[in-house]
Every structure is written in C-alpha cells, then in structure tokens.
C-alpha cells in the first residue's frame, strides 16, 4: 500500500461552504506552497505566482466581488450581494493561482498554461495529503477584470484557480466518475 494513491483514490473536493477552521499555518502553507512549485516548468518560466488570501482578507476582496456585482445587476437584492461578498470567506485560506502565461521564443504559451494548472493540482494534493480538504473553483469573479484589477494582478495575468483550504465539515460523497474504457485509447 502506498499513503498517496490511496489518498488519491479516494479524494473528493468539499464545497468551500463545508470548509471551516483551522487552517494551515503559516509554516504549513509555505510548505503546501513549496509543494505546489514542483512542477514541470519547461525553460524555468515560474509562468504564474500564489496570492494568499486570508483572515480579513477574504471579506475584503469579498466586498470588491459584491461591488462588482452591484454595478452589473444594479437590482440585486442583499441576500445575493451577501452571497457575493463571502464568496472567499468560508474556507479559512484560499490561494489564488495566478498564471502569467504569454508569448516565449521558445516555450509555447500552452505548456506554461499546463504548468499553472499542475501548480493548482499540487497544491489540492498537497493540502489533502496534509489532511486538509479543498476546493478548486474559478466562478465569474475570476474572468472578470475589475476584481484582476483589485487584486493586483497585470493586464497578461489570468486566474488559474482559487484554492480553498480548510477542514471538511463533512465530506460529501463521492460522484460518478469516468470510465476508463471510455477514456483510453492503445496504440
């Protein structure tokens, strides 16, 4: 038996509104973030970086979401602008992957794209070998440019994921899951 794989066997992202505290450390999360480093990086690009977002953070980029929101959907009722503003707030750590992919001479933008998406995938392994459990979401907010703006990210920067940590108040159960067959083809 190997610790790994049957932790990935069985993995299973929990809704940020069934994550709660604790969290990471500081000390874990610089770890975790460690961690999720370790990818192929073909040229040695580091073609994306972390945005940490915790304790009043989260409402404070929360209020960002919600005012965005109010601006499109000016009718929008206080239930749905509460909505909007804790959208960050359940987990007690959510880590923006930020990809800065562009055009290289010689690494195609596509594979340092990947290699944002294989810094997202570390980190949810990382944190749920930890023990934590997590969530890796994007939702409207993260295509849209005033909230990129407000927090920071350049013009050519998109967002990768948000990556919710926490510990699960219950684990929802598993879902229907590809089969294999369908999905391998040998040469």
């Not at 909007?84 to 596509?110: D, F, N, Q, T, Y």
Request: hydrophobic fraction near 45%; glycine fraction near 8%.
């Amino acid at each position: 038996m190997n610790a790994t794989l049957d932790m990935l066997r069985v993995r299973r992202s929990v809704p940020p509104l069934r994550l709660e505290g604790p969290g990471p450390s500081r000390e874990e999360l610089d770890d975790l973030l460690t961690i999720a480093a370790r990818v192929p990086d073909h040229g040695k690009l580091v073609p994306w970086r972390f945005l940490v977002i915790e304790g009043e953070a989260r409402l404070t980029v929360g209020e960002t979401i919600a005012a965005t929101h109010a601006a499109d959907f000016p009718g929008a009722d206080a239930a749905r602008l509460d909505l909007e503003r804790r959208r960050l707030a359940h987990a007690p750590v959510v880590v923006g992957v930020v990809s800065s992919a562009g055009p290289h001479v010689k690494i195609p933008e596509w594979e340092q794209v990947l290699s944002a998406g294989a810094v997202c995938t570390n980190l949810v392994i990382a944190a749920n070998a930890a023990g934590y459990a997590t969530s890796w979401l994007t939702e409207w907010y993260a295509y849209d440019r005033r909230v990129l703006d407000a927090l920071g990210l350049e013009p050519s920067e998109k967002i990768a994921g948000f990556i919710h940590i926490g510990r699960p108040q219950e684990v929802p159960g598993d879902r229907p899951r590809p089969v294999l067959a369908d999905l391998v083809t040998r040469l």
